[in-house]
């Protein structure tokens, strides 16, 4: 009678330890499925990459959703649409967006007769949309342009303003 | 040219509607006087907008060029009579979008003076088809069967694929309008010498010609003109009337009984379709060296006094030509540009007749459509629908804005004839649930293609930062390293030197003692 229970519970263990060691090797070796996640939510973000959401960018912001549980409601630019296609994905409830954004397509543009050229705006850029040198009058790509409004802030001298997009 | 024939394909659904042609087709094409002003759009054909290149207050001649194309898919623009641009800018329009456009007005001096040609007139057949094509894109010529496509670009597009037959379309589903019948019995030696032009450009050796079997008058014409000709390669082909036969995939399953593929061209199955009016323009060009200054278009509906065909000036206003054909009736309520399925109602008639205006309808007050009603899923428009699509299944992804399930069901695919709506006992606006449903889709793409080029310059961008971070690191940890280095040897270099330094200061005490 006792050796039959010894039996078992070894049994068992043996079991249970062979499992365990297999689970752990697979999670080591095999790459993480996380990244197909984030792609997937990036892929529904604006690309706008302005920053609102407090995360320094689009995939940053869908990398906090994944890994950190980060609220999907903080997009602005993407609005109610880009909440919903995101509580669909996710299967999470969808919320109001948390900040309204002012103009949803706007585009921004440098009064080019006020600009220093101190290239602060070309380095807060999130995609390279605008163009000058040290010194030198500075403009904005319109075509490339997000209207993320990064670089308005940033300009000492005031002279960048967001227009409605053409 | 051999006898008509009846051997073709079947095309899915259609409907017969009542035709409504008769008032206008009774009298002769009339011509149009040269109005007192013209106004003439810089923009008359699909693809980019024409640049100008006249200033206001300059004498222009007609056949003069006002704009020039510009850009890959595009068509010039020419003066249609001779006078001074008193101005250019933006004039009621009807076109799909925006109510406005660029226009350049003309004050005509009534002379009509043309201008002489830069190139002179050649046999067509004595130019190869590049040059062809390239004279064809001088014309301003534009497909002038309605989506006034520049023919020059489509020439050029077939001409690269493998071709076996040219489809002249003369048929003309649409109710009320009778243009190209007109033309086809009045100019059918233009039409079949454009005919011919068009094949020597494209290589062809094959043409059919589609004609509706409701046009009689049509059919003899092209036959007698076609006795003259002696071109066995030009064959006439009548074609059951039924709606919307004429669209350009339709006819081509219609005539060659081959399926143009979804999103595909009819050059994709060998084909390719011209307008018999652009076959004209052609031949007006070529032959005799007028661009597209002027087209026939059919004034109808019983908000006109007479109803009939005429030949007008590209830039001539809606208005004017009323008042030529005496005038809008008592009880004219509707002003639509195109045909009654297709065209779209504008609210003033100083628009200009332009290159695509192939009829200008005056309807009184329209049979009210019924109330709108929920879809009950009778499946009629499925019946009738010419691409085999399921507008109720479509109508249930509108609502629901699935774009996904949209292109499922090939929404992409509809050609906005109408034969739905018509047939719907709901009265539901299917095709305008579509139309708006299309541009939506076109929008979200467009979108998408904006956010994944942000994206990838995002993307780009911090990977240059991080390769920045990288070398500077690199570059700091190098110089942290070369100045320890060298320090050392240099401190020992010091040492060394101040050591000597020393050592012969101490000599020279030494000395200065001894």
Known sequence: MGSAVITAVLTISVIALAAGLVLAFVSRRLPAATDAAVDRVNELLPQTQCAQCGFPGCRPYAEAIVNDGADINLCPPGGDATVQRLARLLGREAQPVAVASGSPAALAKIDESLCIGCTHCREVCPVDAIVGAQQLMHTVIASECTGCELCVERCPVDCIFMSEAA | ?514
């Not at chain 2, 661009?291 to 004034?299: A, G, W």
């Not at chain 2, 719907?424 to 095709?431: D, E, G, K, R």
């Open chain 2, 1 to 514: 040219m051999t006898a008509a024939t009846f051997d073709l394909g079947q095309l899915h659904g259609g409907l017969r509607l009542p035709d409504n042609k008769q008032s206008s087709t009774a009298m002769a094409v009339q011509t149009v006087p040269v109005p007192a002003q013209l106004v003439i759009p810089i923009t008359q054909h699909a693809g980019d907008p024409a640049h100008p290149i006249v200033g206001i207050g300059e004498r222009v001649l007609k056949g003069q060029l006002i704009a020039e194309s510009d850009g890959y898919i595009s068509a010039p623009v020419h003066a249609s009579s001779s006078g001074k641009i008193v101005a250019i800018e933006p004039w009621p329009v009807s076109r799909r979008l925006g109510d406005k456009a660029p226009c350049v007005i003309i004050e005509c001096d009534g002379e009509d003076r043309a201008i002489e040609l830069s190139e002179p007139l050649q046999p067509y057949d004595a130019m190869p088809p590049e040059v062809l094509f390239q004279r064809i894109l001088h014309g301003g010529i534009v497909g002038l069967g309605g989506a006034v496509f520049p023919t020059a670009q489509k020439l050029m597009h077939a001409a690269s694929t493998p071709l076996e037959l040219l489809i002249l379309n003369g048929v003309e589903c649409e109710p009320y309008i009778s243009c190209d019948d007109m033309l086809m019995r009045e100019y059918a030696d233009e039409m079949l010498k454009g005919a011919q032009i068009l094949m020597h450009a494209l290589g062809v050796d094959r043409c059919f010609i589609a004609v509706e079997s409701d046009k009689p008058d049509a059919i003899s014409k092209i036959s007698e003109a076609g006795l003259n000709l002696h071109d066995d390669r030009i064959v006439l082909k009548q074609i059951p009337t039924i709606y919307p036969s004429g669209a350009e995939d339709q006819l081509v399953q219609l005539v060659s009984n081959r399926e143009v593929p979804s999103e595909g061209l009819p050059t994709d199955v060998g084909c390719v379709v011209q307008n018999v009016g652009t076959a004209a323009a052609v031949a007006r060009w070529i032959d005799q060296g007028e661009p597209l200054i002027s087209r026939i278009t059919t004034v109808t509906g019983d908000g006109v006094m007479a109803p009939m065909n005429v030949n007008a000036r590209i830039g001539t206003t809606v208005g004017d030509i009323v008042n030529f054909v005496g005038g809008y009736s008592e009880n004219a309520r509707h002003l639509i540009i195109g045909g009654p399925m297709t065209g779209k109602s504008v609210s003033t008639d100083d628009v200009p007749l332009v290159k695509a205006t192939n009829c200008i309808l005056v309807l009184s007050n329209a049979e009210p459509k019924g109330e709108t009603k929920p879809c009950i899923r009778c499946g009629e428009c499925a019946a009738v629908c010419p691409i085999q699509l399921l507008p109720q299944q479509l109508y249930w992804y509108t609502c629901a804005d699935d774009e996904r399930q949209l292109r499922n069901y090939g929404l992409t695919d509809c050609i906005e004839c109408g034969c739905c709506d018509l047939v719907c006992p709901s009265h539901i606006p299917l095709t305008a649930d579509f139309r708006m449903a299309k541009a939506r889709m076109r929008e979200m793409e467009d979108e998408r293609a904006r956010a994944e080029r942000a994206r990838q310059r995002f993307e780009a961008r911090n990977e240059r930062l991080d390769k920045e971070l990288q070398e500077r690191a690199a570059e700091l940890a190098e110089q942290k390293r070369s100045v320890l280095e060298a320090g050392s040897k240099a401190i020992q270099d010091i040492l060394a030197r101040t050591g000597a330094f020393e050592k012969r200061d101490d000599d020279n005490k030494k000395d200065d003692k001894g």
